[in-house]
């Protein structure tokens, strides 16, 4: 199985700062990389799917990047509404698979 | 719009078991692939299973094999997975999730994912 990382597993930021999450896979996934969001007591949201491609409904301060085995995400500027987890996915191999998540709170 | 709502969990003793059900609403669901994805308890996502659009082909991580099984009702418009010989660490929130991908193609992409159901294993 493909194993995701990220990095870093938390970190505090003030509202309006810029934010980016790191992901990492332990082999090539071409552009097969999704993002979703995940508060406490609800169910994840997607935001980013085929590495950069908003999800429906997702405000643009969202972004993603990368390639092969190196991607981001970046809030642009973090909102009060942004304070939550954050997990990478690939979908390149079966099984998909998860990063264990970042958490982002409020410094 | 997309509405997927799960239930059927609870509190089961080990051995047991258990069928979770998710209701959709909102999309032609027997045009999609549906998936089950699991959280335990303060940890990561794991996806489960998946299911064709037609019920025809089904596929499982490795270690639930054997023991669950994901079913589909077209007619009603709602997913299934039955969970055998639970084990403690079968403990999670279970999540369905549509596929983004309409047809024979899976993306293994969740799109939309229901609100969970919990499934405590314990004596």
Same mark, same amino acid.
């Given at each position: 199985?493909?194993?995701?990382?990220?990095?870093?597993?938390?970190?505090?930021? $003030?509202?309006?700062?810029?934010?980016?999450?790191?992901?990492?896979?332990?082999?090539?996934?071409?552009?097969?990389?999704?993002?979703?969001?995940?508060?406490?007591?609800?169910?994840?949201?997607?935001?980013?799917?085929?590495? $950069?491609?908003?999800?429906?409904?997702?405000?643009?301060?969202?972004?993603? $990047?990368? $390639?092969?085995?190196?991607?981001?995400?970046?809030?642009?500027?973090?909102?009060?509404?942004?304070?939550?987890?954050?997990?990478?996915?690939?979908?390149?191999?079966?099984?998909?698979?998860?990063?264990?998540?970042?958490?982002?709170?409020?410094? | 719009?997309?509405?997927?709502?799960?239930?059927?969990?609870?509190?089961?003793?080990?051995?047991?078991?258990?069928?979770?059900?998710?209701?959709?609403?909102?999309?032609?669901?027997?045009?999609?692939?549906?998936?089950?994805?699991?959280?335990?308890?303060?940890?990561?996502?794991?996806?489960?299973?998946?299911?064709?659009?037609?019920?025809?082909?089904?596929?499982?991580?490795?270690?639930?094999?054997?023991?669950?099984?994901?079913?589909?009702?077209?007619?009603?418009?709602?997913?299934?997975?039955?969970?055998?010989?639970?084990?403690?660490?079968?403990?999670?929130?279970?999540?369905?999730?549509?596929?983004?991908?309409?047809?024979?193609?899976?993306?293994?992409?969740?799109?939309?994912?229901?609100?969970?159901?919990?499934?405590?294993?314990?004596?």
């Amino acid at each position: 199985d493909i194993q995701m990382t990220q990095s870093p597993s938390s970190l505090s930021a $003030s509202v309006g700062d810029r934010v980016t999450i790191t992901c990492r896979a332990s082999q090539g996934i071409r552009n097969y990389l999704a993002w979703f969001q995940q508060k406490p007591g609800q169910a994840p949201k997607s935001l980013i799917y085929a590495t $950069s491609t908003l999800q429906s409904g997702v405000p643009s301060k969202f972004s993603g $990047s990368g $390639s092969g085995t190196d991607f981001t995400l970046t809030i642009s500027s973090l909102q009060s509404e942004d304070f939550a987890t954050y997990f990478c996915q690939q979908y390149n191999s079966f099984p998909p698979t998860f990063g264990p998540g970042t958490k982002v709170d409020i410094k | 719009q997309v509405q997927l709502v799960e239930s059927g969990g609870g509190v089961v003793q080990p051995g047991r078991s258990l069928r979770l059900s998710c209701a959709a609403s909102g999309f032609t669901f027997n045009s999609y692939a549906m998936h089950w994805v699991r959280q335990a308890p303060g940890k990561g996502l794991e996806w489960v299973a998946v299911i064709s659009y037609d019920g025809s082909n089904k596929y499982y991580v490795d270690s639930v094999k054997g023991r669950f099984t994901i079913s589909r009702d077209n007619s009603e418009n709602t997913l299934y997975l039955q969970i055998d010989s639970l084990r403690a660490e079968d403990t999670a929130v279970y999540y369905c999730a549509k596929d983004l991908h309409s047809g024979t193609y899976y993306s293994y992409y969740f799109d939309y994912w229901g609100q969970g159901t919990l499934v405590t294993v314990s004596s």
